[in-house]
């Protein structure tokens, strides 16, 4: 059975500070995504990590994919009031299965 | 392009009703999604459907049944609803394998 497991689960940092977001799953899997939710609202995607080693970039969000150690990070750089929200991993179930096996996401509170 | 539009919004059930959620989408995607999100727990999935005509179980699928009705529709189902069904769904659609799921509002159901 696939887990995907984020830390922390709930983060609160001052406006200015860099802060990381880690996802760690338990299987081979190449393809992991990262969501955005905002209180009452759907999810927003953030990145599509296909690869090892792949790593995207937006505006003050970036993420990296590590296929060999089953790690994901979301690095968060000189964090606005704006980000603040829950962030979510997700990775294709795989063995024939569609769809995604999602952590329990990271409830982000960025303080002015 | 409106996306992924799911009906309704709200609803509150009593014990044992049933009613059907509506899910369509207009980006001529293949694999269309239904899951669950409750507090705490990310989302999980409650049935897919990877092309028309097609439909799998997910992870929670008991006490759902499911119609893809066409390339656009999903509809999911809840046939004698229960106060543990209670809970935020969300309908997503994607193209392929490899890109990111684009998610529809939510339908917030409660069943009391």
Sequence with gaps: ELKVEQNPLFLSMQEGKNYTIYCNYSTTSDRLYWYRQDPGKSLESLFVLLSNGAVKQEGRLMASLDTKARLSTLHITAAVHDLSATYFCAVDMGGGADGLTFGKGTHLIIQP | ?112
Aim: net charge positive; hydrophobic share 30%; proline share 4%.
């Design chain 2, 1 to 112: 392009n409106a996306g992924v539009t799911q009906t309704p919004k709200f609803q509150v059930l009593k014990t044992g009703q049933s009613m059907t959620l509506q899910c369509a989408q207009d980006m001529n995607h293949n694999s269309m999604y239904w899951y669950r999100q409750d507090p705490g727990m990310g989302l999980r999935l409650i049935y897919y459907s990877a092309s028309e005509g097609t439909t799998d179980k997910g992870e929670v699928p008991n006490g759902y049944n499911v119609s893809r009705l066409n390339k656009r529709e999903f509809s999911l189902r809840l046939e004698s609803a229960a106060p543990s069904q209670t809970s935020v769904y969300f309908c997503a659609s994607k193209r392929v394998l490899n890109t990111e799921a684009f998610f529809g509002q939510g339908t917030r159901l409660t069943v009391v």
